[in-house]
């Protein structure tokens, strides 16, 4: 992966004078870097990592990891299935898997019963859905490369008999 993309990756908020000094070339080189990488597609947009225990107003939020297992098309394999999965707005995620089930996708809800009543009356029912499986996130330590622990350390000694 291109240098200039990895520091973007972890923190796309430097500045490009920033970036051309860590990178060792002008501030003009990085920002014609950055609109290639845009108009070709490789930067897709920008995002911010929450920590949405912490955050008081986004605290309630349920993530839920679904499996699928579906029936590829004679004509466009999975993507079709892939395409209108990633069509509604709860589908923050949409991956094509190896191994027990063919498309892995995370979702956001308020609760519970919203998870499961997008995937009883939305997903499951779509043509080529075979099965799902729902992971409900009980918490996040890591995100998108980021710590989101509160580092807290136990100094308590190891006391064994």
Not at 50 to 64: F, K, M, R, S
Not at 114 to 119: A, P
Not at 137 to 145: A, F, P, Q, S, T
Request: proline share 2%.
């Amino acid at each position: 992966m291109d240098s200039l993309l990895k520091l973007l990756k972890k923190n796309a908020r430097l500045s490009n004078s920033e970036l051309g000094v860590m990178l060792g070339i002008s501030e003009q080189e990085v920002a014609d870097k950055i609109e290639k990488f845009e108009n070709d597609g490789i930067i897709k947009g920008y995002n911010t990592v929450i920590n949405e225990q912490a955050a008081v107003d986004c605290g309630d939020l349920v993530t839920a990891y679904i499996e699928l297992k579906v029936s590829p098309r004679a004509q466009s394999g999975f993507d079709e299935i892939a395409r209108t999965v990633s069509q509604y707005d709860e589908v923050e995620n949409v991956w094509l898997m190896s191994g027990g089930y063919d498309l892995g996708i995370t979702i956001k809800g308020t609760n519970l019963m919203e998870i499961s009543l997008f995937v009883a009356q939305r997903l499951a029912p779509l043509e080529g859905v075979l099965s799902t499986a729902t992971h409900f996130v009980l918490k996040k330590y890591k995100d998108n490369g980021i710590d989101l622990s509160d580092k807290i350390i136990d100094e308590r000694g190891l006391v064994s008999p």
